[in-house]
T-cell receptor, first 113, second 113 residues
Framework: AQSVTQLDSHVSVSEGTPVLLRCNYS??????LFWYVQHPNKGLQLLLK??????LVKGINGFEAEFKKSETSFHLTKPSAHMSDAAEYFC???????????FGTGTRLLVSP | EAGVVQSPRYKIIEKKQPVAFWCNPI?????LYWYRQNLGQGPELLIR????????DSQLPKDRFSAERLKGVDSTLKIQPAELGDSAVYLC???????????FGPGTRLTVT
């Protein structure tokens, strides 16, 4: 069975400071990993995905994530937070066929001026 | 390109009443998904369609939930009768094929009183 654990339910940063959202995964085989963002009253949007190619994955809006097999982690980072980054972020694991996405419980990112 | 459309956006009903949600996927997308997102949780897959066929409905509570995707385009998810525990956001997603990125609609927020 596959699962992800998002280590923080809430993360607060100031605008212009770095963002780190932590995610650990569990999978019995090589996983595909994703980060999705959910803004209030809007649909989930894919930020980036890892599918066994480069371990450092760049996504939209300046986000990136690094797949570390030895640590079973897939943390999401951004060098400088913007007010518009405030949202709920979900780490997601899937098998290589993308047939079933398993979501974490989410991390709410708060950005203060 | 129009995204995934869902209606209604909000629904409040009394317990034991029926309710239905409608989803129109992105044009040309063969795979359609229904997810349920409980408060403070990530979405969980209820059912997946490939064209008209429900290929994964293992998580659908079949005693009260039903779904259909006539003609392999739009889809309806029904609950009859609704229970208090069904209060959640119901998300629809679609993808070109099962191995491709899923695009999510804004969801229907159901409140059962």
């Amino acid at each position: 069975a596959q699962s992800v654990t998002q280590l923080d339910s809430h993360v607060s940063v100031s605008e212009g400071t770095p963002v780190l959202l932590r995610c650990n995964y569990s999978s019995s085989y090589s996983p595909s990993l994703f980060w999705y963002v959910q803004h209030p009253n809007k649909g989930l949007q894919l930020l980036l995905k890892y599918t066994s190619a480069a371990t450092l994955v760049k996504g939209i809006n300046g986000f990136e994530a690094e797949f570390k097999k030895s640590e079973t982690s897939f943390h999401l980072t951004k060098p400088s937070a913007h007010m518009s980054d405030a949202a709920e972020y979900f780490c997601v694991v899937s098998n290589t066929g993308f047939q079933k996405l398993v979501f974490g419980t989410g991390t709410r990112l708060l950005v203060s001026p | 390109e129009a995204g995934v459309v869902q209606s209604p956006r909000y629904k409040i009903i009394e317990k034991k009443q029926p309710v239905a949600f409608w989803c129109n996927p992105i044009s040309g997308h063969n795979t359609l998904y229904w997810y349920r997102q409980n408060l403070g949780q990530g979405p969980e897959l209820l059912i997946r369609y490939e064209n008209e066929e429900a290929v994964d409905d293992s998580q659908l509570p079949k005693d009260r939930f039903s779904a259909e995707r006539l003609k392999g385009v739009d889809s309806t998810l029904k609950i009859q009768p609704a229970e208090l525990g069904d209060s959640a956001v119901y998300l629809c997603a679609s993808s070109l094929e099962v191995v491709h990125e899923q695009y999510f609609g804004p969801g229907t927020r159901l409140t059962v009183t």
